[in-house]
């Protein structure tokens, strides 16, 4: 065998010489040694993906799986090496390009090339016409691609170089200008025709999203999210210069700059995944808080009513009476109805109508209270809508600016509105509970509903209705351990009423519609809030 092992032999080889590794050793290497020593583990890496690669394809084509274990190769690959069936495909594929031409498999196998570029030049040589091309032709074409990947072509350059080697190799055969519009005139009516975006619930808490886009308006999206993500980059930056200038003029102390920085953290280390997802969540927050999103299912907002039997009475009482509900709306004939039999303690079939009756009556109908502002938009819709109105939420833009959280820069319209004493809780939705906060600081702030003692951040409101920021005892330095600071956040002084009702699918359906908004990744701005 001229000194060479065979496949057994090598791989016992290999496994003895990884068993005998020393990692001991990386503590004395200096940082050049150290890169040295990934870059020829990386090396060694590559050609052993390329083997692998050169005997799935054998595996492949003489259906070695099938015939042994009755079981297809990718099948086989997904259940003995624990992986899910793409990835299994994937890499029968993969094995395919590069074992696609004797010269890209020998070069992979050697290491001259990586084999994720050597799977792009098999990938472009099936592409070529090759039954229309001649031998030598076909040599010259893997010759061509070999010398774009070893010359330092990127593996997405080389993928896409088909027209340009079939010019070099084959003239002849290469499309005319009239022909490549063609062709990309008949991928961009297939990509329409493939387009689509999907989303499924995992089982953990999260919803999977996959799909695909033609290239244009994929690239529009890719471009667009990564300005966000960089845009939000440089406001963390800026962030974190206001906190500093903050500390030094005194307007926070040491204590609560630490907390607030720390509270940022969060925010900073969020991996480019994480603030792609992000940032396209922001944009679809942006389109529905400027009235972009069109309603759907015109199901009417489900009621939660709170006030005690007797006021609720009295609210009932008053609209049959004058026909009109608090806000001076009219109320229709089944609801006038419908009140007039839960007051009489009859309905229409002659029994006797419960307290929950007139609840419910008063609900369908509407009997809540309303706060109205100078120019009688509504400010306080009660309990009747978790979520804000416009009128709310321009009346919180004028009063807050932005996110109230110290140093965060992201401006009015890119904030959400934070019930202070909890919706679960019984809070409600008025200007004197609510305030402005971006989606993270919203994460920050949300009161534990299952814990509602936790050292927490809190928003308390002062005499003049200003809203002021409280950080937990723990990030406090400035604060003696123990004890009460007298800080009272607007949930507590509600400690004493009833637990909240678990919430509904239609509760929970609403929660995420406010509490999940995100704040795109480009704001700008000022915030106008205290720490107390």
């Not at 890719?222 to 962030?239: F, L, P, S, T």
């Amino acid at each position: 065998m001229d000194g060479k092992r065979d496949v057994w032999q090598t791989v016992k080889v290999i496994e003895e010489a990884l068993d005998l590794l020393d990692h001991s050793c990386a503590a004395t290497m200096n940082p050049t040694q150290t890169l040295a020593a990934m870059r020829a583990v990386r090396r060694l890496s590559d050609r052993m993906t390329a083997e692998a690669a050169v005997w799935t394809d054998r595996a492949a084509k003489t259906c070695a799986a099938e015939k042994t274990t009755g079981t297809g190769l990718s099948d086989y690959l997904a259940v003995t090496e624990g992986r899910s069936s793409s990835e299994a495909n994937g890499l029968v594929h993969q094995a395919g390009r590069i074992t696609a031409d004797p010269r890209v498999r020998d070069a992979a196998l050697a290491g001259t090339v990586s084999p994720g570029k050597a799977a792009a030049a098999g990938a472009v040589l099936r592409e070529l016409p090759r039954h229309d091309m001649t031998e030598s032709q076909r040599e010259a074409a893997a010759g061509a691609l070999l010398e774009q990947a070893i010359g330092g072509a990127t593996t997405r350059q080389i993928a896409r170089s088909a027209d340009r080697v079939l010019e070099q190799v084959a003239p002849e055969l290469a499309p005319t200008a009239a022909g490549r519009a063609a062709e990309a005139e008949r991928r961009r009516q297939r990509a329409l025709r493939e387009r689509e975006l999907n989303f499924a619930e995992d089982g953990r808490g999260s919803v999977r999203l996959w799909g695909r886009l033609p290239e244009t308006e994929g690239d529009l999206l890719r471009k667009v999210i990564g300005a966000c993500v960089e845009r939000g980059r440089g406001d963390e930056r800026r962030e974190v210069e206001a906190l500093k200038a903050q500390k030094v003029s005194g307007e926070l102390s040491s204590g609560e700059y630490f907390a607030a920085r720390a509270a940022l953290q969060e925010r900073e280390h969020r991996s480019t995944g994480q603030r792609q997802a992000d940032a396209m969540v922001d944009m679809v927050t942006t389109l529905q808080d400027a009235g972009q999103i069109p309603a759907a299912g015109g199901e009417a907002p489900r009621v939660v009513v709170t006030l005690d039997y007797m006021g609720l009475l009295q609210l009932a009482v008053d609209a049959a009476a004058t026909g009109l509900r608090p806000d001076g709306s009219r109320l229709d004939e089944v609801s006038a109805a419908r009140l007039q039999a839960a007051l009489t303690g009859t309905s229409e079939t002659g029994a006797d109508v419960s307290a929950s009756q007139v609840r419910i009556a008063c609900c369908d109908a509407g009997i809540l209270p309303l706060v109205l502002g100078d120019q009688s938009e509504i400010l306080d819709v009660g309990r009747e809508h978790r979520l804000v109105t416009p009128q709310i939420r321009k009346t919180l833009a004028l009063r807050d600016t932005g996110c109230i959280f110290p140093g965060c820069r992201v401006p009015a319209q890119a904030c959400q509105a934070h019930h202070v004493t909890p919706w679960w809780a019984g809070g409600s939705t008025s200007i004197d509970n609510l305030v402005l906060v971006c989606r993270h600081h919203h994460g920050v702030i949300e009161p534990h509903r299952y814990d509602p003692g936790a050292d927490q951040w809190r928003i308390t409101f002062d005499d003049t209705g200003r809203s002021h920021v409280h950080p937990p005892r723990r990030l406090r330095r400035d604060l003696p351990p123990g004890g009460n600071d007298g800080e009272n956040s607007a949930q507590n002084r509600d400690e004493e009423s009833p637990a909240p009702e678990p919430m509904t699918a239609r509760d929970h359906e609403q929660d995420h519609q406010e509490n999940s908004a995100h704040r795109p990744d480009t704001e700008t701005g000022s915030q106008d809030a205290l720490i107390a």
